[in-house]
Antibody, heavy 121, light 110 residues
Framework: QVQLVESGGGVVQPGGSLRLSCAASGFTFSTYAMHWVRQAPGKGLEWVSVISYDGSNKYYGDSVKGRFTMSRDNSKNTVYLQMNSLGAEDTAIYYC??????????????WGQGTLVTVSS | QSALTQPPSASGSPGQSVTISCTGTSSDVGDYNYVSWYQQRPGEAPKLMIYEVNKRPSGVPDRFSGSKSGNTASLTVSGLQTEDEADYYCNSYAGSNTFVFGGGTKLTVL
């Protein structure tokens, strides 16, 4: 069965950096695009980024562009999110999600349980 | 990438039908048939309920249906059940390989 397990969350000071990981299993990881989606406490979902199946293309939401970098290692079935210049507005649960079908379909068919990032001094 | 507009809340009695709207613009909802809907229960990860406007993944009850007209997409839940009580989010492709979510609707089953 498909499993996505995020890790790397924690408390970080404003201006700091953090790298999240999402380990995948139960499907042919190297053939699917992957997304990061976040949810601030008590708030709605916000799309963060997507990476193509081979890592050659990455796209970001306006609020994280230039600060966050998504990458993947298909040999380890893992996707990453490097987050720099963090601010309080980045405090959220970060979910990774598997894309299904064509990239633009927005068909996020499996999600991890999320990892909490708290930006605070 | 402005968030899509959803009503904050919706409600219905068991057995009734309820429709949740999701309004975007001609650059997202209105321009692509790539609207999806997600159900999120408290403390859980979101779950895909509808994709590409009106398609249901296997395992999702046919009580859930989707539609779109112009810049507004809709999710209809028929024959409401208590387990349908959750937050619902719409999502649309917004061009240039980016996506936008709605603000979410809390569905209460009275």
């Amino acid at each position: 069965q498909v499993q996505l397990v995020e890790s790397g969350g924690g408390v970080v000071q404003p201006g700091g950096s953090l790298r999240l990981s999402c380990a995948a299993s139960g499907f042919t990881f190297s053939t699917y695009a992957m997304h990061w989606v976040r949810q601030a406490p008590g708030k709605g979902l916000e799309w963060v980024s997507v990476i193509s199946y081979d890592g050659s293309n990455k796209y970001y939401g306006d609020s994280v562009k230039g600060r966050f970098t998504m990458s993947r290692d298909n040999s380890k079935n893992t996707v990453y999110l490097q987050m720099n210049s963090l601010g309080a507005e980045d405090t959220a649960i970060y979910y990774c999600a598997k894309n299904s079908g064509v990239l633009r379909s927005g068909k996020f068919d499996f999600w991890g349980q999320g990892t909490l990032v708290t930006v605070s001094s | 990438q402005s968030a899509l507009t959803q009503p904050p809340s919706a409600s219905g009695s068991p057995g009734q039908s309820v429709t949740i709207s999701c309004t975007g613009t001609s650059s997202d909802v209105g321009d692509y048939n790539y609207v999806s809907w997600y159900q999120q229960r408290p403390g859980e990860a979101p779950k895909l309920m509808i994709y590409e406007v009106n398609k249901r993944p296997s395992g999702v009850p046919d009580r859930f249906s989707g539609s779109k007209s112009g810049n507004t997409a809709s999710l209809t839940v028929s024959g409401l059940q208590t387990e349908d009580e959750a937050d619902y989010y719409c999502n649309s492709y917004a061009g240039s390989n980016t996506f936008v979510f709605g603000g979410g609707t809390k569905l209460t089953v009275l």
